[in-house]
């Protein structure tokens, strides 16, 4: 599987784990000059932006590792201007890193890191 065809999937499987849990999908590739949200989602006035990282292995490192300090603030950048966009003013932002992987058996396993940073930290 190609490196863009693996992080597809990812997001779709990491989309339909949030969705049984019930929240709903604002967007998906949300993209803008700061940067690009993987996954977008709410539930009440909750709004969860998901970085999902999908590895086929974790033999260089755990895929939550990538999501390093850089890669947190251009998140919250394109955050910021996602909410300037938003009708709503009381939004409660949580930002989780979402590891999916591959399991031997078939399917997938997924690991949520919820609140995995705060914005307050840039």
């Excluded at 260089?60 to 009708?87: M, N, S, Y």
Aim: proline share 3%.
């Amino acid at each position: 599987m190609e490196r863009a065809e693996l992080g597809a999937k990812g997001e779709a499987v990491a989309a339909r784990y949030y969705l049984r849990q019930g929240y709903s999908l604002y967007a998906h590739n949300f993209r803008c000059r700061m940067g690009e949200l993987d996954l977008v989602l709410t539930r009440g006035n909750l709004l969860v932006v998901a970085e999902v990282k999908t590895r086929t292995s974790n033999r260089r490192a755990q895929p939550r590792e990538a999501v390093d300090g850089h890669k947190q603030k251009r998140l919250i950048l394109a955050c910021r201007h996602l909410l300037t966009r938003l009708p709503r003013a009381d939004w409660t932002v949580r930002f989780d890193v979402v590891e999916v992987s591959p399991r031997p058996e078939g399917g997938y396993e997924v690991r949520c890191f919820q609140d995995a940073f705060r914005a307050e930290d840039f």
